[in-house]
């Protein structure tokens, strides 16, 4: 069974920092591209950040230079380091892992709420 667990959001104030985590088990994680997904009242779900199996990386301009993504394979483990957060940064969370062509698999998100 798939699972995939997101961790690490909370209250900021602007400026700050969170680091998001996200726990794959049930897949062999070194196959799987990752994404971060956020969605925020109202809005649709935006891409923020992608890895791939080669660590490639790819961001939306909204938080490019702000935000960093990166994998740790040996610990089935994507983060999410977002720095100079802001209001409009707030949302919930998820990480996305997939193959292309294949099924993709969701986390239940995390909520991150930046105010002051």
């Known amino acids: 069974q798939v699972q995939l667990v997101e961790s690490g959001g909370g209250l900021v104030e602007p400026g700050g920092s969170l680091r998001l985590s996200c726990v794959a088990s049930?897949?062999?994680?070194?196959?799987?591209?990752v994404d971060w997904y956020r969605r925020a009242p109202g809005k649709e779900h935006e891409k923020v950040a992608s890895?791939?199996?080669?660590?490639?990386?790819d961001y939306a301009q909204s938080v490019e230079g702000r935000f960093t993504i990166s994998r740790d394979d040996l610990k089935s483990t994507v983060y999410l380091q977002m720095d100079s957060l802001k209001p409009e940064d707030t949302a919930v969370y998820y990480c996305?892992?997939?193959?292309?062509?294949?099924?993709?698999?969701w986390g239940e998100g995390t909520q991150v709420t930046v105010s002051s």
């Open positions: 996305r892992l997939y193959i292309l062509g294949k099924t993709a698999y």
């Open positions: 049930g897949v062999t994680f070194r196959l799987y591209n």
């Open positions: 890895i791939s199996i080669g660590h490639i990386t």
